[in-house]
């Protein structure tokens, strides 16, 4: 099971990065992807990675969010710039052990997922 950290509270305009790290398993055997989940909404797709070089942003996040693997670590890093009040919310790690070449932006595409992280930005 995937397991978040890096959550917190930062200002608007600001930066964090959440860590997803997954003890007893080698990430770069799954498709991995990060949801966000806003208060009272459903879970949407924020940005994925494949087991190979495929990559997907979603619109909202494209140019500021970056997410990379460091598979001498074992962890999927979501580096998060310029963070707007709007992307408050819990944030979810999901692995996808079926996908071979692509990841996907459906949470339905993914079995394991992570009990989530806490981001909040302050305007």
């Known amino acids: 099971q995937p397991v978040e950290s890096g959550g917190g509270l930062v200002q608007s305009g600001g930066s964090l990065t959440l860590s997803c790290a997954a003890s007893?398993?080698?990430?770069?055997?799954?498709?991995i992807g990060w949801f966000h989940q806003a208060p009272g909404k459903g879970r949407e797709a924020v940005a994925c990675?494949?087991?190979?070089?495929?990559?997907h942003y979603a619109p909202s996040v494209k140019g500021r969010f970056t997410i990379s693997r460091d598979n001498f670590k074992n962890i999927v890093n979501l580096q998060m710039d310029s963070l707007k009040p709007e992307d408050s919310g819990i944030y979810f790690c999901?692995?996808?052990?079926?996908?071979?070449?692509?990841?996907?932006?459906?949470?339905?595409?993914?079995?394991?997922w992570g009990q989530g992280t806490q981001v909040t930005v302050s305007s």
């Open positions: 007893g398993h080698t990430l770069n055997e799954y498709a």
């Open positions: 990675l494949s087991r190979g070089i495929e990559l």
């Open positions: 999901a692995a996808d052990g079926l996908a071979l070449r692509d990841c996907g932006m459906i949470p339905t595409e993914y079995d394991y």
